[in-house]
């Protein structure tokens, strides 16, 4: 699984998240434990404003590592983003 989380953060890098992705889905398929292959998918996830799915891979990771900063901020973050309100914009 190493070479695949190895390709996985390669295309990750090179802004190839549909590849990063499947080479993740691939890892997470064979190991649901894999909280490095959920942190990065999070993040793909981030990155492409699937805000929902990135806050449920952060939770998966916390369940593996309850500690996780990473992504306990991502969550932080995510869930500042869905509840971002302006009134605004709403009654001009």
Same mark, same amino acid.
């Given at each position: 699984?190493?070479?695949?989380?190895?390709?996985?953060?390669?295309?990750?890098? %090179?802004?190839?998240?549909?590849?990063?992705?499947?080479?993740?889905?691939? *890892?997470? !398929? #064979?190991?649901?434990?894999?909280?490095?292959?959920?942190?990065? !998918?999070? !993040?793909?996830? &981030?990155?492409?404003? #699937?805000?929902?799915?990135?806050?449920?891979? &952060?939770?998966?990771?916390?369940? *593996?590592?309850?500690? #996780? %900063?990473?992504?306990?901020?991502? *969550?932080?973050?995510?869930? #500042? *983003?869905?509840? &971002?309100?302006?009134?605004?914009?709403?009654?001009?």
């Amino acid at each position: 699984m190493n070479d695949l989380m190895n390709k996985a953060k390669l295309l990750f890098d %090179q802004n190839e998240f549909s590849g990063s992705f499947d080479a993740l889905n691939e *890892i997470l !398929r #064979n190991d649901q434990n894999d909280s490095g292959a959920f942190l990065l !998918r999070a !993040r793909i996830h &981030y990155k492409m404003q #699937n805000w929902g799915d990135a806050m449920n891979d &952060y939770c998966s990771v916390l369940e *593996i590592e309850p500690g #996780n %900063q990473e992504a306990k901020s991502g *969550i932080e973050m995510a869930g #500042n *983003i869905l509840g &971002y309100f302006t009134p605004d914009m709403f009654n001009p």
